[in-house]
């Protein structure tokens, strides 16, 4: 049934645009250009800064150009997602930085644990374009390339049976980890085991007991309802990844360049919109988890779980291909305050 709904939407989309395209591989002033965006779950506000992103770019184009979306995961993981967009199955999709380090290890850097001090840190690196341009074309003979990022707040672990004080709270607990290399080295340093799985499955892993609890930022509580079962909230702040949204590279080819020029400028807009949304959000979620499901948070002395995850530190300082990226988002701490 998924595989039939998947291809119904994909002919159906794909159907829209050679209507408008009429065979030809870069727009004329007047033809109307259909572009498909399909993303995952997500919480409200990266929701509206998608919805924002599709506005401004019809408004930047005079109309010529559309976005018609494809939410909550109705093509797929966000690995299929990434997989479309490189096919040119859709145009667009935003996923979680850790996703991409499947096709590009230019992107493990994000899941480094502590990489950044601040979300002032966090910032300074993500809007400085000597780093994030290196990151987001190095998929680009892959087809796709990043256009913009989404703030995606802090990570830290929720449990279900009871809060993260220590290293000794996570010794040999089963934590859920995106299906990331980096990601699943931290949590092994951690003292815990990790497993590797999407986020659809996590809440009923958590209610069984499958998993002793994940680690993401606050929307799973209460939008994705892990709150109910996982009650424990601790903020360790592990990491910050981003949201990545990436673009299928021939876009480019079946634009004009001033409609291109207004795809890259509505992107921007929209993470402006996003960061501006974020973090009042952030509350509101935590608040409404803590009403309706009880969730506690308690923050902790994290020294002991900076220590533990040198090794990665390490790891990315030494490595000849990262080590230039790695030092380089670690000398902008001091500009950041």
Avoid: W
């Avoid at 559309?66 to 966000?78: A, H, I, N, W």
């Amino acid at each position: 049934m998924k595989k039939q709904l998947l291809s119904g939407l994909l002919l159906s989309a794909m159907g829209l645009v050679v209507l408008s395209g009429c065979g030809t591989t870069e727009a004329s002033s007047e033809e109307q250009i259909v572009l498909r965006y399909a993303y995952a779950s997500n919480s409200q506000p990266v929701i509206d800064s998608m919805v924002e992103f599709g506005r401004l770019v019809e408004e930047k184009t005079d109309g010529q150009v559309t976005v018609e979306y494809f939410p909550d995961g109705q093509l797929g993981s966000e690995t299929e997602l990434i997989e479309l967009t490189q096919t040119g199955g859709i145009d667009f999709t935003k996923v979680s930085g850790s996703a991409l380090e499947g096709f590009s290890k230019d992107y493990s850097i994000f899941s480094v644990p502590y990489l950044f001090d601040s979300e002032e840190h966090f910032f300074e690196v993500m809007e400085n374009k000597a780093i994030t341009d290196e990151i987001y074309n190095s998929t680009e003979e892959l087809g796709f390339v990043g256009i913009t990022y989404y703030d995606s707040g802090q990570r830290s672990f929720y449990m279900t049976d009871g809060p993260v004080n220590s290293l000794a709270d996570l010794k040999g607990k089963k934590i859920r980890v995106m299906q990331s290399e980096t990601a699943i080295k931290m949590v092994e340093l951690l003292g815990a085991s990790p497993v590797p799985m999407g986020s659809s499955e996590v809440y009923t892993s958590l209610q069984s007991n499958l998993i002793n609890g994940a680690e993401n930022n606050e929307f799973v509580l209460y939008t994705a309802g892990h709150g109910g079962v996982a009650k424990y909230y601790s903020y360790d702040e592990h990491t910050r990844v981003p949201d990545i949204v990436i673009m299928n590279s021939e876009v480019k080819e079946r634009l004009t360049d001033e409609q291109y020029e207004a795809v890259l400028a509505a992107a921007k807009e929209s993470t402006e919109f996003e960061k501006a949304v974020f973090k009042d959000a952030v509350e509101e979620e935590k608040a409404i988890a803590e009403k309706e499901y009880g969730v506690v948070y308690n923050d902790l002395d994290t020294t002991e779980f900076l220590a533990a995850v040198q090794p990665l530190h390490e790891q990315f300082k030494n490595d000849e291909n990262y080590s230039e990226l790695y030092q380089e988002i670690r000398s902008l701490v001091g500009e950041s305050e």
